[in-house]
């Protein structure tokens, strides 16, 4: 359903009157290689803080290639619409939620009504997607130790220079905070951000000599 045509119709009907308009545009963009907080901030009209918050950030330093944001930015004009046209957009955006929300209940009860064999399809689709990612999991857990291993011994406390940790991270990444869970938060979307996985990582390490 388009929330844009109901909200659009509704404002038609009590006649809303206005003598400007107040829009606030709330874009979540992909974060692209070469993108920087501060060059989104510049582009949509806002500010380096604004985007920090509004995405919780800890390091506005810190974004990662394919990461979604939310940019606020704001494209101003005087005065605000009537209390009637808020009352009418309110009321459609209400009635717009209980649709959806009938929809899903009926997707639901539809999905009750499965056959036996269709269950019984799912649940062995399921055990093969299980078995899969146990695969996967474990291909990506060696992967990670090798390279710590390499890095820092598995030393949470290893320091070189500028680099730190079990990951041997730079500190700028850690934004202050040097406790393990970050460590591995980090190093996690450090790794996927450039190499999409531990194990692209570590066939990296081996031609390079570092990830």
Do not use: C
């Not at 009590?14 to 692209?32: E, I, L, P, Q, S």
């Not at 990612?133 to 320091?159: L, P």
């Amino acid at each position: 359903m388009d929330i844009k045509k109901i909200l659009l119709s509704a404002a038609t009907v009590t006649g809303m009157m206005t003598v400007g308009t107040v829009a606030a545009n709330a874009d979540t963009v992909t974060v692209k290689a070469g993108d920087t907080v501060s060059a989104l901030a510049h582009e949509y009209g806002t500010t380096v803080d604004a985007i920090k918050q509004s995405n919780q950030l800890q390091n506005e330093n810190l974004i990662f290639v394919g990461e979604q944001l939310q940019v606020n930015g704001t494209s101003t004009n005087s005065q605000a619409t009537t209390t009637q046209s808020n009352t009418a957009t309110t009321q459609s955006t209400q009635n717009a939620a209980q649709t959806t929300q009938s929809t899903q209940n009926a997707a639901q009860t539809t999905q009750t009504q499965s056959t036996p064999a269709v269950q019984q399809t799912t649940t062995t689709t399921e055990n093969t997607a299980t078995t899969t990612t146990s695969s996967t999991s474990s291909s990506e857990d060696s992967a990670r130790a090798w390279i710590a291993n390499r890095e820092s011994g598995g030393s949470y406390t290893a320091s070189n220079g500028n680099y730190y940790g079990k990951y041997q991270l730079s500190t700028s990444y850690l934004n202050g905070d040097y406790s393990a869970a970050n460590q591995e938060r980090v190093a996690n979307q450090y790794v996927t951000s450039r190499y999409g996985s531990w194990q692209g990582a570590l066939n990296h390490w081996k031609a390079y000599g570092w990830y």
